[in-house]
């Protein structure tokens, strides 16, 4: 059972949204992933999201995790005007959730007219990071997932790396 578990975790189910979404400080490889998915689908635009950043914001010149994965997406030439940045606040618990509450207030008082979305995640946060968004958009979207592999461990063998133990479990 546990030897399955990354591929439980890392559920990929999009939904052909036109929004795709990345919640929280993203590592570049999954920045990179997303430009070729946006590229190879029908999305009209990337929402980052995410809240406070706790260490470093003094010397790294941005506030919040959404600023610095949007700061990301432009250094690598992703057209700036495709990308939304929706910074959060300082929560402590329930990042994700806040997050998902945050793109959901933003939607409505734009008046986006989106009845899709996808959400990118790292390999074993997709399917909790699915659950929240689903759970904050309740039945007003449906929320699709895009799982990126983590090249820092390997998922058929994940524990036995620092690394894959600590993203797994």
């Not at 400080?25 to 990179?32: E, N």
């Amino acid at each position: 059972f546990l030897k399955f578990i990354p591929g439980f975790l890392s559920v990929n189910k999009p939904n052909g949204g036109t929004i795709l979404v990345l919640d929280g400080m993203m590592p570049d490889f999954s920045i990179k992933e997303a430009i070729h998915v946006y590229n190879s689908g029908n999305y009209d635009l990337i929402v980052v999201t995410g809240g406070k950043i706790q260490t470093g914001y003094f010397i790294g010149g941005y506030q919040t995790m959404a600023e610095v994965t949007a700061a990301s997406f432009l250094k690598m030439g992703f057209d700036k005007e495709k990308i939304i940045s929706i910074p959060g606040g300082e929560y402590k618990r329930d990042r994700t959730y806040n997050s998902a509450v945050s793109l959901k207030k933003w939607i409505k008082e734009n008046n986006i007219n989106v009845k899709k979305i996808d959400v990118l995640a790292v390999g074993s946060h997709a399917r909790r990071s699915r659950f929240l968004f689903a759970r904050a958009m309740e039945k007003e979207y449906e929320v699709g997932i895009i799982s990126v592999k983590d090249p820092a461990y390997n998922s058929d063998n994940w524990w036995k790396s620092s690394v894959g133990v600590r993203t797994v479990l």
